[in-house]
Structures are given as structure tokens and as C-alpha cells.
């Protein structure tokens, strides 16, 4: 990245002109996605606007519109041998909301296109900041929906979404155990991941039961609460969620959850779910119920 500023510097003080951003934005319904690209050329900037709009789409497979009224999304281009494709992503909370993705410069669409972060950071625009306590509960909500909302926009089928999830869950088994998942903070990355995954498929399934779900949720704090650039306490956020889903769901699960040493049990959502592992490889039930339920959270949303 420092590399690319200082050639721009010097593009820029020999006077080439390197082409402009190029920004263009989404609308769904009172909220908006601004996309900033800054590429080499006008043809490379369509290209990254293509798959941006792509992901915009899985953003808006939670509810239809964005959490946000307003925020953005900023691309730079680097220079990288890094094998993935977006070597870095963060979202930046300062006067207004951002999601700043570093994208290799060779990478192909097809490669972005599988690629996750650029959803998991946008995912992370349906919580406010929660601190490092709460460091696990918002990577867990971009983990879960990086995979979900991916089957739901047909960049991943189903199978490979729940195979995706399963396999997190797996590197979350087998990293650091004894710690309070509430102290790991940046410690244990995978637990913090992946068990923070496990806590929101935990809470969706209990929503689901009650013929709601998670996106129902989320969707409610989006309109009556969110504030991107605010910090809030994790036990005010999931008190929040619950008075919205007219339930204990949240905040129970979130003292369980938080105070863990050990990798979550999912046997009991599994088998609500259908789902049984053999050797890695994931076996999904035909029954009625369970099916239903797995395609009501993965199932392919045809509105986008
Ligand atoms: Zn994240």
C-alpha cells in the first residue's frame, strides 16, 4: 500500500494523470451504498463495480435494504503475492461508515467473486461498533452471514454454505480453550470467529421456531436503533435485540456464550437442522421440517 501511494505521488508530480475514483451507488428503497473504485483504468474500474454490485446484492438479501442509511464502500488497488484475492478488508467508524477493501491488482472477477471478505465486511454494517469484549459477537454475525448470504445470491450453493460454516466451526474446535470467550480478544482468532458464528446460528434457529428469524431482527434494529458510528455495550445490544424479537433469546444465549472456555455443543442445532457429519463430509435429512429450515435460511432469494 505504501508502494502505491508513493508511485501515485510521483505519477502525480510528473504529471500523469492517474484516472479518477470512480464512484457509483446502489439504492434500495430510503438507504444507499456508495462504491468509491480507485483503478488503473475505466475498464478495470467496471470490472471491480460489477462484483461490488454483486456484493451489495448479498447485503440487501438480509431485508431488501441496507442497514445503513448512507455508508460506503472504498477500493484500492494493491500490488500483493498474497494468494487471496481482497488481502485485507476493515470498516472504519469515524465521522461516517466504511469499508475499505484492498484488492489485488491481477485478481480476476471469477477470483473476487469467491472470494468472502468483502461480504464479511459488509456484513459487519449490521452492527454497531461492540467493543473488544464484543470482539467475538460482531466477527461471529459477519461470519455466519459471509457464508449465508452468499447461497442466498447463488455465489455459493447451499451444500458448500453449510459445509463452509461447518468447516469454521471445526478450526473454532480445535483452537485455544480454557479462556472466557469475552477475554480472548484478539487472541484465539478462530474461537473468536466461529464460535461467534455459532452463537447467531444458535439464535437464529431459536428465532426461527418462533416464526421469526435473525434477518427479521436485525432488519427492526437497522430501522428503530443502528447507529454506525456509535459504541455500544454487547449485553445492551443483544437486551435490544430481544425487546425487538419479543423474546429471551439473545441475552441468555450471550452469558452462555460469553463466559464459554470451551467450543460451543451444536449437536442440538444439527439435528434441528437435518444436518450429520461423516468423515468431514456433511449428510443433509429429506425430512420436511429440517429441510424447510435449512432452505429458509440458505434458500436463494429471488427478489435480487
Ligand atoms: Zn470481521
Known amino acids: 500500500m505504501r508502494l502505491q501511494l ?12 492517474a484516472a479518477p475514483i470512480d464512484e457509483r451507488t446502489v439504492h434500495a428503497g430510503d438507504t444507499e451504498l456508495r462504491i468509491m473504485v480507485d483503478a488503473a483504468d475505466h475498464a478495470r474500474a467496471d470490472t471491480l463495480h460489477r462484483w461490488l454490485a454483486e456484493v451489495a446484492k448479498a447485503e440487501l438479501a438480509v431485508s431488501g435494504r441496507f442497514p445503513l442509511a448512507s455508508a460506503q464502500v472504498r477500493v484500492e488497488e494493491i500490488r500483493s503475492d498474497d494468494p487471496s484475492p481482497v488481502p485485507w478488508g476493515q470498516t472504519s467508524r469515524r465521522r461516517n461508515v466504511a469499508v475499505l477493501l484492498y484488492v489485488r491488482d491481477d485478481a480476476t472477477l471469477e477470483e473476487l467473486r469467491s472470494d468472502w471478505t ?11 461498533y461492540l467493543g473488544m469484549r464484543g470482539r467475538w459477537l460482531a466477527e461471529g454475525l459477519a461470519s455466519y452471514y459471509q457464508n ?7 455465489l455459493l450453493s447451499q451444500e458448500q454454505a453449510w459445509q463452509r460454516l461447518d468447516a469454521g466451526f471445526g478450526r473454532g474446535r480445535g483452537a ?5 470467550l469475552d477475554e480472548l480478544g484478539r487472541r484465539g482468532t478462530m474461537r473468536v470467529y466461529w464460535a461467534g458464528a455459532a452463537y447467531w446460528l444458535e439464535a437464529d434457529l431459536a428465532l426461527r421456531v418462533r416464526d421469526s428469524s435473525l434477518d427479521a431482527v436485525l432488519a427492526e434494529y437497522a430501522r428503530c436503533c443502528l447507529q454506525g458510528t456509535a459504541t455500544v455495550a454487547p449485553e445492551a445490544f443483544v437486551a435490544e435485540l430481544d425487546r425487538i424479537a419479543d423474546a429471551d433469546v439473545f441475552s441468555s444465549l450471550y452469558q452462555r456464550y460469553a463466559a464459554a472456555r470451551e467450543f460451543p455443543s451444536l449437536d442440538a442445532a444439527y439435528r434441528q437442522l437435518g444436518i450429520t457429519t461423516d468423515d468431514g463430509r456433511l449428510r443433509f435429512s429429506q425430512q420436511t421440517a429440517a429441510s424447510r429450515l435449512r432452505q429458509a435460511i440458505m434458500g436463494r432469494r429471488s427478489a435480487n
Open 118 to 128: 468483502a461480504v464479511h465486511e459488509l456484513a459487519h454494517l449490521f452492527h454497531p
Open 148 to 154: 449465508v448470504l452468499r447461497a442466498r445470491i447463488g
Open 176 to 180: 485455544v480453550t480454557g479462556i472466557r
Open 6 to 17: 508513493s508511485l501515485s505521488l510521483l505519477l502525480a508530480s510528473a504529471g500523469v494523470v
